[in-house]
């Protein structure tokens, strides 16, 4: 079993800048693939960034203003969030893949554990 705990959301104003962090439990977490993913309400669960062993994905609406960074020895995914705009607003999930073969990273359901969000709100 693999614990998954966010932290880091809050209240931003638009054009601001903020980090969420990821801690995921496993002897193995440098093998895992680590993905973030967010819901706004009354919208589906949408994928956000991924990061494998050797590289890292991005939805086109973040690209150039999110980046998704790991670090192995504290078990840590992060995700730096700039120049927010409002349509970010959501909750944000971790999720962790830990075994499959699946090149796709965007996929929700290959990803076996999950944390319980964070809300990241974004004014105008």
């Known amino acids: 079993q693999v614990q998954v705990v966010e932290s880091g959301g809050g209240l931003v104003q638009a054009g601001g800048s903020l980090r969420l962090s990821c801690a995921a439990s496993?002897?193995?977490?440098?093998?895992?693939?680590m993905g973030w993913f967010r819901q706004a309400p009354g919208k589906e669960r949408e994928f956000v960034a991924a990061i494998s062993r050797s590289a890292a994905d991005y939805q086109d609406s973040v690209k150039g203003r999110f980046t998704i960074s790991r670090d192995n020895a504290e078990n840590t995914v992060y995700l730096q969030m700039n120049s927010l705009k409002p349509e970010d607003t959501a909750v944000y999930y971790c999720a962790a893949r830990t075994g499959g073969y699946y090149s796709a990273t965007y996929l929700d359901w290959t990803y076996d554990y999950w944390g319980q969000g964070t809300q990241v709100t974004v004014s105008s």
């Open positions: 496993g002897r193995t977490f440098s093998s895992y693939t």
